[in-house]
């Protein structure tokens, strides 16, 4: 009963790092860069949210609604302003812009007087609930499923749906695809390549926000909540960078792992298991679990 | 305008290419000679730090700037260095034996690291450095018999052959004395096969394989020289601060350390300096005009963040070349004066060098 208790709470943690894994694989087959700004990306979702509902007093679902779409412009925005003018210069020069946009929104947030520094709780209806699973009538030996974590798992699987119909049957996910294949092909088939990157970069921090929405009753809120992005590219590397499906099960492989090592391994283990895994993977198999291998050619 | 006539074939690789040179690497030098007796303790201080830095930051330029593989975690390094040398220092080893032994540490773990480069690149390269410093920042932490873990350790002043530098004078001609050593032995390595083949490398792997240049040799051979470097410059950081703590060598560190290449120019052996000038006086600049900024501002503590993060996205942005670059500039400017052209230093509009196979 309690591996499966913590095999779950592992689940709904890996449901975060594949969430987040799934904006940087989104925009490293649009882009072929990576972003090291999608931790940040997140934790401005999540502070978007506190403000719809602390501060503008919007209704719950108004709240997450508008803190999504206007997480999804604020991607939509940084890809023109900062991202397109250095396409196609080394992907260093990306990674230290990116590195650079996760440190300003930091300490951006941290510099808003009396919220920045503070961490806080986001009141959604669903706090503290519990639900119980099986045994007992008086509660013993129950599966205790907490609905914090239950809700994460949902909206993880309900979203894959959807951006997997997305990618499936709509005109513009396949296009997205075309452009990830071979852009300059897909520029002579008339694809507006350079607008569906900046719609990507809209996509990629919507899953962002809605990430951080998640995981933001789970822990708190705060500016340095970003930093779990870093888990993510564990997660990522894992299922092979270039595979949506692939970032999702590399984030549960992750969660999973951590959840377990936090409580047979010894103190300390569980901070660094994400990358002892990766790096074990990286040995094994280079392209992550559902890299394709192929040599380049000259 | 100063044109140099080639005579010979020795000229190319000369270190200094004209008088103009040595006259002002001459004059660089003396001013740092002096400069115990004309800067004030707290601003040699300073210069020490910047001399530190730059050799650490000579170490990643050479890995990121010329074999065109980065790390995201070399503060790794750096804290095996540093570690390496507080324990040693504290048992009673002399100075030199004790560097010797933190640069070696470092060049081993660093060939350990590079491992997986030979299998691995661009972004996968990347996340295997930033697990890896994760990882060993978890070492320093919890292996507490040797490394005092969280509480930190204190190191005693460098000791050689009876002669203790406790001064700071003292410690910083030593500073001196090793940046300058690492700036002529990666001058003098640049210019030399191993040097080219790095270049190569980074240029495009293939054609470099296609050379003949042993890929894997040569990463693992820069990884380990670049790790070398850091575990110096680790060493007398750990010197200078008389205290290492496993939070000084976190994931902080390693980004300080690519800010400081990138800002300084990658791909240039005067960025690592100037870069280092960059990182060591932002602070005191920030400092310094705090006061006179409104409260909100200049009282918040993200503030130092936000300034670095939008000089790294300037620095991209605009002068990829960074502050070395921007000198270049400069002087081109002032050489051919009034024909300097705009755009003399354009960037290319290329194709994006695709790592995709398909």
């Known amino acids: ?298 | 305008m100063r044109f140099i006539f080639k005579t010979d074939y020795r000229q190319d690789i000369k270190l200094a290419r004209h008088g103009g040179h040595v006259f002002w690497y001459g004059a660089l030098l003396l001013l740092l000679l002096a400069a115990p007796w004309l800067f004030a303790e707290y601003y040699l201080a300073q210069l020490t730090f910047i001399l530190i830095y730059s050799i650490a930051g000579l170490g990643l330029m050479l890995l990121a700037g010329f074999t065109g593989l980065f790390s995201l975690g070399h503060a790794a390094f750096l804290g095996v260095g540093a570690y390496t040398q507080a324990v040693m220092t504290n048992a009673g080893v002399p100075f030199p034996i004790a560097l010797a032994c933190a640069a070696g540490l470092s060049a081993a773990v660093g060939l350990v690291v590079g491992l997986p480069a030979l299998r691995v690149k661009g972004i996968y390269l990347g996340i295997a450095t930033l697990a890896f410093g994760f990882i060993v920042e978890e070492v320093f932490a919890r292996w507490e018999s040797v490394t005092g873990g969280n509480a930190g350790i204190h190191i005693k002043a460098p000791e050689m052959f009876g002669w203790k530098l406790d001064s700071a004078e003292a410690f910083y001609f030593l500073c001196l004395v090793i940046a300058i050593g690492s700036t002529l032995a990666i001058l003098n390595l640049l210019r030399s096969p191993t040097g080219r083949a790095f270049v190569a490398i980074r240029d495009s792997e293939i054609s470099a394989q296609s050379m003949g240049i042993h890929l894997a040799r040569y990463k693992t051979l820069s990884f380990a020289l670049s790790a070398a470097l850091a575990g110096i410059a680790g060493a007398l950081y750990a010197h200078k601060m008389q205290f290492i703590s496993p939070e000084q060598f976190s994931l902080l560190q390693s980004i300080e350390l690519l800010l400081m290449i990138v800002v300084g120019g990658l791909g240039s052996v005067h960025g690592a300096f100037l870069g280092a000038i960059f990182l060591i006086s932002m602070p005191q600049a920030i400092a310094l005009v705090k006061d006179y900024l409104p409260t909100f501002v200049g009282q918040a503590p993200g503030l130092q963040g936000v300034v670095f993060g939008l000089v790294l996205i300037a620095f991209v942005l605009f002068e990829p070349l960074g502050l070395y670059g921007r000198w270049l500039k400069i002087r081109t400017y002032l050489q051919t004066f009034p024909f300097y052209r705009k755009g003399m230093f354009k960037r290319q509009k290329s194709f994006q060098k695709s790592d995709r196979l398909k």
Not at chain 1, 112 to 137: F, N, Q, R, S
Not at chain 1, 247 to 256: F, K, S
């Open chain 1, 1 to 298: 009963m309690q591996l499966l208790q913590l095999v779950i709470s592992g689940i709904a943690q890996g449901c975060i790092y594949g969430l987040i894994a799934l904006g940087f694989v989104l925009i490293y087959k649009a882009t072929e860069t990576v972003s090291f700004a999608q931790g940040e990306l997140m934790m401005l979702g999540a502070f978007g949210g506190l403000a719809c509902m602390t501060l503008l007093g919007f209704p719950f679902w108004l709240a997450i609604l508008s803190s999504i779409a206007g997480m999804a412009l604020f991607g939509v925005l940084l890809e023109r302003l900062v991202i397109r003018p250095i396409l196609g210069q080394p992907a260093f020069s990306i990674v230290m812009l990116t590195i650079g946009v996760g440190y300003t929104a930091r300490g951006l947030i941290t510099m808003i007087p009396g919220i920045g520094t503070e961490t806080h709780t986001l009141p959604v209806p669903y706090k503290d609930m519990i639900w119980k699973v099986g045994g007992e009538a008086s509660g013993q030996g129950a599966l205790i499923l907490n609905v914090e974590q239950m809700v994460v798992i949902g909206s993880t699987a309900v979203l894959c749906l959807i951006l997997f119909a997305l990618f499936k049957y709509s005109k513009l996910g396949i296009a997205m695809q075309a452009a990830s294949q071979n852009q300059l092909a897909a520029y002579y088939m008339g694809i507006p390549v350079k607008r569906l990157n900046g719609l990507v970069w809209g996509l990629a921090a919507a899953v962002a926000a809605i990430a951080g929405l998640l995981l933001a009753p789970i822990t708190f809120v705060h500016a340095n909540m970003g930093f779990i992005g870093l888990k993510a590219f564990p997660a990522a590397v894992v299922g092979g960078f270039g595979s949506l499906p692939g970032a999702i099960v590399g984030g549960l492989i992750i969660g999973i792992v951590e959840s377990l090592a936090g409580f047979y391994a010894p103190d300390g283990i569980k901070d660094i298991a994400a990358y002892v895994v990766v790096l074990i993977v990286l040995m094994v198999k280079p392209n992550g679990l559902f890299g394709e291998k192929l040599r380049k050619k000259v």
